[in-house]
C-alpha cells in the first residue's frame, strides 16, 4: 500500500538537505543525552517492585474504589503504602507495599502484611477481594537489576558485532553511538515520567533498540549501494541522497508502529501503558537518530576513508 502515491509522505524527486542540519542535530542530541544523565542520578529512576523489592496485591472492590476510605483503612492498622491506585477498571486497586526488613522471619512477616492489609481493604469496602499478592525480596531484586543492565550491555556489544561483520568499521561506531544516545534520552525521558523502571521496561528498551537498530541498517544498506553506485559523489550528498530514498519506507515502517502502539498507551491501563508510552518515546527517537545521529557520525568519521576503501 505504501507505494502508491497517495501513501508516500515525501515525493519521490524530492531532495530534503538533511546533513544541512547535521551540527545542530548532534548538539541537540548531546545535550540532551547528558541531561538525561544527570536526570538519571538525580532525581534518579523510579525503581519498580522487580528491582526495589516489596510488595503488591491487586484488589477488586464492590463498586467503584474509594481511595480516601481504603487509604485511611489502611493508616488504621499502621501500613503506609508506597502506592496506591487504580488500574483498568474503575474497580481495580493496585496497592504497593515496601518489603519487611530482609532477616529468617521475612516470609512471615510479608504474609501477615498481606493478611493484615486485605482485612483492612475489606472492611473499607466490604466484598472487596485479592486478586493477585506478590512479593520480591532485596536480593531478588538486586539480582534482577543487575541482570537487567547485563542484558541491555549484552544487547550492544551484539549490535556492534553485527553490523562491524555487515558493514565497515565507520557504520558500527556509528550505529553504537547513535543507539546509546538514544538509550540515554529514554532514560532521561522515565526519570521525567516517573514511570517505573522494572523488567517490562527493560524489555521496552530492548525492544527500542532492536527496532532502532533495524532502522539504522535499512538507512545503511543503500548507503553502501550507493557508495558502489556513485562513486564520485561526496560522501554528504550521498548521504542525503541515501536517506531521502528511504524516508518513505522509514516513515511508513515508523507510523505503523506508532499507531499500533497508541492504543496500548491510551488504554493499556496501568500494566501497559508505561511500556506504550516508552514505546512510543522510543519510535520518534530512535526514528530520527537514523536521520539526524547515525548518518552525520558516518559523514564524520568514515568521509575520507569509505571514498578510499571504494
Not at 285 to 300: K, N, R, Y
Request: net charge positive; glycine share 8%; charged share 20%.
Amino acid at each position: 500500500m505504501l507505494s502508491h502515491p497517495l501513501f508516500r509522505f515525501v515525493r519521490d524527486d524530492k531532495r530534503i538537505p538533511f546533513m544541512r542540519g547535521r551540527y545542530a542535530g548532534l548538539a541537540t542530541s548531546a545535550v540532551l543525552s547528558l541531561l538525561s544523565v544527570v536526570l538519571f542520578f538525580h532525581p534518579g529512576l523510579k525503581l519498580g517492585l522487580d528491582f526495589r523489592g516489596g510488595v503488591v496485591i491487586e484488589a477488586r472492590t464492590q463498586g467503584p474504589a474509594d481511595f480516601g476510605r481504603l487509604r485511611q483503612a489502611l493508616a488504621a492498622v499502621h501500613v503506609t503504602a508506597a502506592g496506591i491506585q487504580r488500574f483498568g477498571a474503575a474497580d481495580d486497586v493496585l496497592i504497593q507495599l515496601d518489603s519487611p526488613a530482609s532477616g529468617p522471619a521475612q516470609e512471615a512477616e510479608t504474609q501477615h502484611l498481606v493478611d493484615t492489609v486485605s482485612k483492612a481493604v475489606a472492611q473499607a469496602q466490604p466484598g472487596t477481594q485479592i486478586l493477585r499478592a506478590d512479593a520480591v525480596g532485596a536480593t531478588v531484586s538486586s539480582e534482577l537489576f543487575r541482570d537487567g543492565l547485563l542484558a541491555l550491555g549484552c544487547s550492544l556489544v551484539m549490535i556492534l558485532i553485527y553490523i562491524w561483520v555487515r558493514f565497515e568499521r565507520e557504520f558500527a561506531i556509528s550505529a553504537v553511538v547513535t543507539l546509546i544516545l538514544d538509550l540515554t534520552k529514554t532514560v532521561g525521558f522515565l526519570a521525567v515520567t516517573r514511570f517505573e523502571f522494572d523488567l517490562v521496561m527493560v524489555a521496552a528498551i530492548l525492544t527500542i533498540l532492536g527496532y532502532s537498530t533495524n532502522d539504522k541498517v535499512v538507512v545503511y544498506d543503500r548507503v553502501r549501494e550507493n557508495l558502489r553506485k556513485y562513486r564520485t559523489m561526496p560522501l554528504r550528498e550521498l548521504l542525503d541522497l541515501s536517506i531521502n530514498e528511504t524516508l518513505n519506507r522509514t516513515l511508513g515502517t515508523s507510523s505503523t508502529v506508532f499507531l499500533a502502539a497508541l492504543p496500548l498507551a491510551l488504554f493499556g491501563g496501568h500494566t501497559l501503558a508505561g511500556f506504550a508510552t516508552v514505546m512510543l518515546f522510543g519510535i520518534v527517537v530512535g526514528t530520527s537518530s537514523s536521520i539526524f545521529i547515525a548518518a552525520p557520525l558516518l559523514l564524520l568519521m568514515g568521509e575520507k576513508r569509505l571514498r578510499q576503501a571504494r
